[in-house]
């Protein structure tokens, strides 16, 4: 069973940038596509990005294309995203997720383990 635990989550002026990293303990995270999501307070959980298991695949959400980049690093077991000319809006817990069967999709319901989330917060 694989255990997911996001981090580089923080306070950021809006317009900042942060990385965001997703590791897994347990088993491998090249075994499974990737999925990052976020949730503020009230709202559902949505959506952001998708990498595929070799990389080669990527999706992003409309809010955030542009300014998000989602990859991976085998070697260090990890899937990062890239976050840049953060806005309030982006303001959530950022959670990671593992897509075993390659849905490519935004719905929670497809991803099996997820992480327990960090939060990132932009304000000025």
């Known amino acids: 069973q694989v255990q997911l635990v996001e981090s580089g989550g923080g306070l950021v002026q809006p317009g900042g940038s942060l990385r965001l990293s997703c590791e897994a303990s347990g088993s491998t995270l090249a075994s499974y596509n990737i999925g990052w999501f976020r949730q503020a307070p009230g709202q559902e959980r949505e959506g952001v990005s998708w990498?595929?298991?070799?990389?080669?695949?990527?999706r992003y959400a409309d809010s955030v294309k542009g300014r998000f980049s989602v990859s991976r690093d085998g070697a260090k077991n990890a899937v990062y995203l890239d976050m840049s000319h953060l806005k309030p809006e982006d303001t959530a817990v950022y959670y990671c997720?593992?897509?075993?069967?390659?849905?490519?999709?935004?719905?929670?319901?497809?991803?099996?383990?997820w992480g327990q989330g960090t939060q990132v917060t932009v304000s000025s």
């Open positions: 997720a593992t897509d075993r069967f390659a849905t490519g999709s935004f719905t929670v319901a497809a991803y099996d383990y």
């Open positions: 990498i595929s298991r070799s990389g080669s695949s990527t």
